[in-house]
């Protein structure tokens, strides 16, 4: 039996359904805030310690809660303590800073060999609007910091280019531009799970840019192309995302662009187009894992006891 504590957003569909597949195979599971966790230092315990319940053999983390910029350093710090120490925790720490940081994500990826869109990223809106002129005066805007499309807007008129830079220098955040890519109106979603594929599906944005279905967009299953495949994989290797979700469109001259990489992907629409117990293959993995770092004489029947 293991111990899994899911961090942040533990009440959500994916904390649901990742605690019904584990209690489904005999695991206890502890929802944990992240505001809780605390971590020592110079002592023989795990670093990353709970005040009111057991030490979990696994972290699933699933969100971050808004916090200051000394709350989020001090919380990755702990996870990256936590992990050096023997704890196993999905996806790593280091895999979760680069991925929340679409910056650093597509920097790391271009790194690697894999063909991104286009993309400046500056903190003043005259440096902004310049960009915009560079990337063809019709560009993708995003949050830094963000997932399921919310906060994107899409920039093709100068004055309105100068009215949203400028607005966002004032609120002190970076002004992150991506080209604007046309695409045949859907992209794909490939989820990976120790450098496995899992599946894929198509999100059709049905007339509209933006194919999220959290934003509206519609889910079908489909076969990963393998060059497809092929780049969401090492995508993931760079990154170091061990569940990951990762986003590719097709542009006009046939080339498969890298949009994201997840590291703490949905699976919800994923689930419901390919009929995979996205949860269960998660637990199993954990499963393996905990096997894995375990003697042979603490696994019994094929689970770690």
């Known amino acids: 039996m293991l111990q899994i504590g899911i961090i942040g957003d533990c009440e959500g569909w994916h904390a649901r359904q990742l605690k019904e597949a584990a209690l489904k195979r005999g695991h206890k599971v502890d929802a944990i805030d992240f505001r809780r966790l605390a971590c020592k230092v110079g002592v023989s315990a795990s670093p990353l310690w709970l005040e009111s319940s057991g030490q979990p053999d696994a972290f699933i983390v699933r969100s971050m809660p808004a916090g200051t910029l000394e709350q989020v350093i001090f919380r990755m710090n702990m996870l990256g303590e936590a992990?050096?120490?023997?704890?196993?925790?999905?996806?790593?720490?280091?895999?979760?800073?680069?991925?929340?940081?679409?910056?650093?994500?597509?920097?790391?990826?271009?790194?690697?060999g894999l063909a991104v869109p286009a993309l400046e990223v500056s903190q003043t809106a005259?440096?902004?609007?310049?960009?915009?002129?560079?990337?063809?005066?019709?560009?993708?805007?995003?949050?830094?910091?963000?997932?399921?499309?919310?906060?994107?807007?899409?920039?093709?008129?100068?004055?309105?280019?100068?009215?949203?830079?400028?607005?966002?220098?004032?609120?002190?955040?970076?002004?992150?531009?991506?080209?604007?890519?046309?695409?045949?109106?859907?992209?794909?979603?490939?989820?990976?799970l120790d450098g496995q594929i899992l599946g894929a599906i198509k999100r059709h944005g049905h007339g509209h840019w933006r194919t999220n279905v959290a934003k509206g967009g519609k889910a079908e299953s489909c076969?990963?192309?393998?060059?497809?495949?092929?780049?969401?994989?090492?995508?993931?290797?760079?990154?170091?995302?061990?569940?990951?979700?990762v986003d590719l469109l097709l542009d006009r001259a046939g080339r498969w662009l890298l949009l994201e990489v997840n590291g703490v992907p949905g699976f919800r629409a994923f689930q419901r187009a390919t009929g995979l117990d996205v949860a269960t293959l998660f637990v199993e993995y954990l499963e393996k894992q905990s096997r894995a770092k375990r003697p042979p004489s603490e696994v019994v029947h094929g689970h770690a006891s």
């Open 223 to 245: 076969e990963a192309p393998e060059e497809a495949g092929s780049i969401a994989l090492k995508a993931c290797a760079a990154t170091g995302v061990v569940f990951g979700g």
């Open 83 to 112: 992990q050096a120490a023997g704890s196993l925790i999905v996806n790593p720490p280091r895999s979760l800073e680069v991925c929340i940081d679409k910056f650093l994500a597509s920097a790391v990826c271009a790194k690697a």
């Open 126 to 192: 005259e440096q902004a609007l310049g960009s915009w002129h560079r990337l063809g005066e019709d560009t993708i805007v995003k949050p830094l910091f963000g997932s399921e499309g919310r906060g994107m807007i899409r920039v093709s008129d100068e004055d309105m280019a100068w009215r949203v830079f400028t607005t966002i220098e004032r609120l002190g955040q970076v002004i992150y531009l991506q080209e604007f890519v046309p695409h045949p109106g859907w992209d794909l979603r490939i989820l990976v």
